[in-house]
């Protein structure tokens, strides 16, 4: 059974410039999240969703960041305009239909912005 | 969420058992505990999680005292490619904001040597 697919693994940005990452959950699992990692620090959840619905998007940075789960399988993770500070790996989980289920993770996509 | 206090860093030899611990000591009774961990490069892996009993599986083995407040992760033979940084984790079960969110700490950089 494939995991959670993330793409691309790799980008490098000027400051201010858009960027997107995309994720493919594993199938069947309706509950997708995103996660913020900096250098040395655990991940940080920027938001869930259930299906098409962002049911938790407390910490995500509304300013700039944006997130979509059309249909409620794939989902993207924007920043427009990226920052210095922005510079992490971005990872998407998936889990099944109750949120106490457990959540498997992607292998992330690490932005570098300059 | 309850926190959890892990060691920053071990070691451990080939082959010999690993034993990670975690004090969570203000864990309620709505909360399991979870143990992940993440190889260098890589999203985190699940490992096993466990609520008041004892749990194995092919990966692990979850020890959680009685009174619930602290548990260990034992690896029973341990090789160089269970090098990573092991989070332990305690995760909401109920309803609220919390349902089902995973908060990373700091983690425990595990070093297996030859």
């Known amino acids: 059974e494939a995991g959670v697919v993330q793409s691309p693994r790799y980008k490098i940005i000027e400051k201010k410039q858009p960027v997107a990452f995309w994720c493919n959950p594993i199938?069947?699992?309706?509950?997708l999240y995103w996660y913020r990692q900096n250098l040395g620090q655990g991940p940080e959840l920027l938001i869930r969703?259930?299906?098409?619905?962002?049911?938790?998007d407390s910490q995500l940075p509304k300013d700039r960041f944006s997130a979509e789960r059309l249909k409620g399988v794939d989902s993207t993770l924007k920043i427009q305009p990226a920052e210095l500070g922005d510079s992490a790996v971005y990872l998407c989980?998936?889990?099944?239909?109750?949120?106490?289920?457990?959540?498997?993770f992607g292998p992330g996509t690490r932005l570098t912005v300059l | 969420d309850a926190k959890t206090t892990q060691p920053t860093s071990m070691d451990c030899a080939e082959g010999r058992a690993a034993n990670l611990p975690c004090n969570h000591s203000t864990i309620s009774g709505n909360e399991y505990v979870y143990w992940y961990r993440q190889i260098h490069s890589q999203g985190p892996q699940y490992i096993i999680h466990g609520l008041k009993n004892n749990e194995t599986n092919e990966m692990a083995s979850l020890i959680i005292t009685e009174d619930r407040k602290s548990s260990t992760l034992i690896l029973p033979h341990a090789t160089l490619r269970d090098t990573a940084v092991y989070y332990c984790?305690?995760?909401?079960?109920?309803?609220?904001?919390?349902?089902?969110?995973?908060?990373f700490g700091q983690g425990t950089i595990l070093t297996v040597h030859p």
């Open positions: 984790i305690v995760r909401w079960r109920a309803g609220g904001t919390s349902y089902g969110k995973l908060t």
């Open positions: 199938s069947g699992h309706n509950t």
């Open positions: 989980a998936s889990s099944g239909a109750r949120s106490t289920d457990t959540q498997y």
């Open positions: 969703y259930e299906n098409e619905e962002a049911v938790d």
